[in-house]
């Protein structure tokens, strides 16, 4: 059975410099990673699948790659509430963890929607865009009879006041949160659709990349012409 010091000294052995500068250039610190491709951990996290207590350990070291490959390893629903608290607490810094690994954990937890809640209001950037990411998630997944939609009605125009003056990550996430609700949720496709079209364009630093913030309206309308408006995902890991 592999061990925390097997999976690292493989991380190592697949970490390349190129990768490094991509996922630096993504706001990720250079320092804590190896620079270990997606289609590499994914191949890792077959050989690990359901060692819960190793992806622990792997999310502990603090190192970048192994954080996300503990993401793709661990089940969230066996992770004590705080436990979960913890991985959001510690993904500072590291915007692939901080809007993917922990969320993908969080979602599957018990307490997804409390503790989304409560990151949305974090003064931390990164713990606030771990809770949107979460949200969204609950929004793409779960079917629309066990969501709030009241409460998601006011989050909508919740961003609408406070997107453009957020900070940089929570600008992103909070624009992904109303795509996700036009997308995914369609008793809130009208609602969805305006307030991405009183939101307009969001500015966000994406770092020395050609990546884009989508136009969320845009996005939403191509999504109803295409008829997935209420399509539901069964994971939102990727």
Not at 7 to 36: C, D, W
Not at 151 to 169: D, G, M, Q, S
Request: aromatic share 6%; charged share 20%; proline share 3%.
């Amino acid at each position: 059975m592999a061990t925390l010091k097997s999976v690292m000294a493989e991380l190592s052995s697949k970490g390349s410099e190129k990768t490094r500068i991509i996922y630096a250039r993504h706001g990720n610190h250079p320092k804590q990673m190896f620079g270990v491709s997606v289609a590499s951990l994914k191949e890792i996290a077959k050989t690990i699948k359901g060692q819960q207590a190793l992806a622990v350990e792997l999310y502990e070291t603090g190192n970048m790659d192994a954080m996300y490959l503990a993401g793709m390893v661990a089940d969230g629903s066996q992770m004590p509430k705080q436990q979960v608290q913890v991985w959001a607490e510690g993904a500072s810094g590291v915007p692939m963890v901080s809007e993917y690994t922990v969320p993908w954990v969080a979602v599957e937890n018990p307490h997804a929607r409390d503790l989304a809640v409560e990151w949305m209001a974090s003064n931390n950037e990164f713990v606030a865009a771990s809770g949107w990411c979460t949200y969204s998630g609950l929004v793409a997944t779960k079917a629309d009879a066990l969501l709030d939609l009241a409460e998601i009605e006011k989050l909508l125009a919740t961003i609408v006041k406070e997107i453009h003056t957020a900070p940089n990550r929570v600008r992103s996430t909070m624009n992904a949160f109303v795509i996700a609700v036009g997308t995914y949720v369609k008793p809130l496709l009208k609602q969805a659709t305006a307030a991405a079209q009183k939101i307009g364009e969001v500015s966000v630093d994406v770092g020395d990349t050609a990546c884009k913030v989508p136009l969320a309206s845009a996005y939403i309308a191509k999504n109803e012409a295409a008829g997935r408006v209420g399509m539901k995902r069964k994971t939102i890991r990727c």
